[in-house]
């Protein structure tokens, strides 16, 4: 069953690449696989392409859903598909799975053709400036000389905002949502406390646990707790969870008492099971490497100046892991060049998750945005 | 070498108690051993006595230096001596490691005197009323009828806000500093990770690792890491740290990048080879559990109406761990039951830490609030 407003049905695909990446380690991988989904129809004129970009945890599934599925369990489900912001009836969308993944791209589970055994903790450093490189060999590979608009939130904001300086002319629009132009030390604060999670769980085994069949699940729990606790206001979690205790009354123990205790452990025991501990650990220093200003004295304004697309920024009120504050930054870098920016400071209690819920102001503006990105209007072939 | 404005060199006192302490959670102590010390003379009216409550990691030692110290080490030796704004040529000052400590009193380290092997998880919960109890079991052994003053910062606050309730006859003034009538969900998550982080260590041992010869270090020290982040603003770590680099440049690696890892990873260190694991899940479940107006259906002015203390509230702007919103619910609290209060907001950039600090302002409101209590000013004995 098709509902409305889904794309329905998707299979993702698979491209592989033998041409060398060079990477901004120094390193180079001889070959790789990008898993990928598209939504919508590539026009005749290959004007209507829009890539989206994940997040730490995101994937290419970005709508619908796979065989086999009751709903739809792509990640942006709300903002992508037929009538929806990012609308498929005009746009030919693409996610995919960044290098070093764990959800089909070449990543430490797989294998490294040198050593016949997974990568694990030889998988070399990737980074925000590599996966856009990454991305625009599938660009290629699938046609596409310009995109639309490239949109992400978070640390997909960071790698749409790093296609407008990569690839400038390749880009015509970027949408940077709950983002921010670096970390912070608070944020690279939280992220060490995640790493460390993980790389001193005695089953992490150096990076290598794959081959002694167990996961460091302790650390990835771990970490997916501290970061869930990161990505909610402390109203919105006052709110939904507040004090309540889940027997109604104090049991002095330490099973769970308070229902934010259930949650974040839920939280956190379903990231164990499914994530990768390496990859993890790779996706947190590719944020805290990320630092376009960097080469450029830290004057982000100088950093952005080689940008000619078209930008929209957008924040969230109660966000504190990415503070309005910090798309502010992008904001006034832009501006002061002249370059053309639209900002929207969404006022949404959600945090940091406000940017994957369906809040309608917040939609409001993506669709309006949307519409005015001109495309071709021919059918694709 | 006494410097002035020390009180010194100090040695830490043992009481023994020897009839049984009820507490909050149903259960008993037999007896117990509270370690203390004291600074500055009782007078003869014992007026002047004045009870320091610690907070999450502190102790009895609030001030001064023990013998064999090159320097202070008293955890708030700049706020208590002579001179200073709780001085002790005019005071009596009490500090005390509370129940379940590890720096000496009766806890989780100590042998059970039932089984002749450390207590380690069978040590009862202690709650901030039940430490409350224990110090005025430590008052009456002193002789101290009424404190001229309780005083605490963070849980330490939370022991003088209890104090006025359960005593209110035995408290005539008391400061909360850098608290909150009750943690919101948000404060419990944190508290949770830290708990997971030492629960889930495998050298836990289900909290008897004392038999096996280790100790959580794994566990305590991420607990510490991501505590510390709680304990500092956004802003200080930026001023503190930013985004520099260990070694001027990236190297692409897991070991220190940002200063701001390296300095997360000495406090877990350190800590970790100090403190306890059963004191520290033990000090965040009281905290968790402490809630005094859970028995008024939430509302704080009811619980507060027995209390016959004059009141002083300090918060500091950049303590998101305990904002100034939280102390002003004390304050509005007291206020609408006209009780005596105090409020100070001190603009400090140091977050949840500057109650621990030598800042001008907040130690001048300390200092003027303790000037105007009255006692006796008949010497001692």
Request: aromatic content about 10%; some cysteine; hydrophobic content about 40%.
């Amino acid at each position: 069953m098709t509902h409305a407003r889904s794309v329905g049905i998707v299979t993702p695909r698979t491209a592989r690449f033998d041409t060398a990446l060079p990477l901004k380690s120094g390193g180079r991988l001889e070959n790789y696989e990008l898993v990928y989904e598209t939504y919508g129809e590539l026009d005749a004129a290959r004007s209507n392409a829009v890539l989206v970009c994940h997040a730490l945890s995101g994937s290419h599934h970005v709508a619908g859903r796979h065989v086999g599925e009751d709903q739809d369990s792509g990640w942006w489900n709300n903002m992508v598909g037929p009538g929806k912001p990012l609308d498929t009836r005009k746009f030919f969308v693409i996610g995919v799975n960044n290098l070093g993944g764990c959800h089909g791209s070449t990543g430490p589970r797989s294998i490294n053709p040198v050593s016949g055994r997974p990568w694990g903790a030889d998988f070399p450093f990737v980074t925000v400036e590599d996966w856009v490189d990454a991305q625009a060999k599938l660009a290629d590979h699938l046609g596409i000389g310009c995109f639309a608009a490239v949109i992400g939130g978070s640390l997909g904001g960071m790698q749409a905002l790093s296609w407008t300086l990569q690839y400038p002319d390749r880009v015509r629009h970027a949408a940077v949502i709950a983002s921010a132009p670096k970390l912070s030390a608070q944020n690279i604060a939280f992220n060490e406390v995640a790493r460390q999670s993980i790389l001193t769980d005695p089953d992490f085994h150096d990076g290598n646990f794959y081959e002694h069949g167990v996961v460091p699940a302790r650390g990835l729990r771990l970490a997916r707790m501290v970061g869930h606790i990161t990505y909610l206001s402390d109203d919105a979690m006052g709110e939904k969870f507040g004090r309540s205790l889940r027997h109604g009354k104090t049991r002095y123990s330490y099973d769970v008492e308070f229902e934010i205790e259930s949650y974040l452990r839920h939280q956190g025991d379903k990231f164990a099971r499914q994530f990768d501990a390496n990859t993890y650990l790779l996706a947190t220093r590719a944020l805290d490497y990320y630092d376009p200003a960097f080469d450029h004295d830290g004057d982000l304004a100088a950093a952005l100046a080689k940008a000619r697309a078209s930008f929209l920024v957008v924040s969230f009120s109660t966000d504190w892991r990415f503070a309005p504050a910090r798309s502010r930054e992008i904001v006034y870098a832009l501006a002061h060049d002249r370059h053309d920016v639209c900002y929207a400071e969404i006022d949404c209690p959600a945090g940091h998750d406000s940017f994957l819920l369906d809040e309608p102001r917040y939609h409001a503006v993506l669709a309006a945005w949307f519409e005015r990105i001109e495309v071709s209007g021919e059918n694709g072939e």
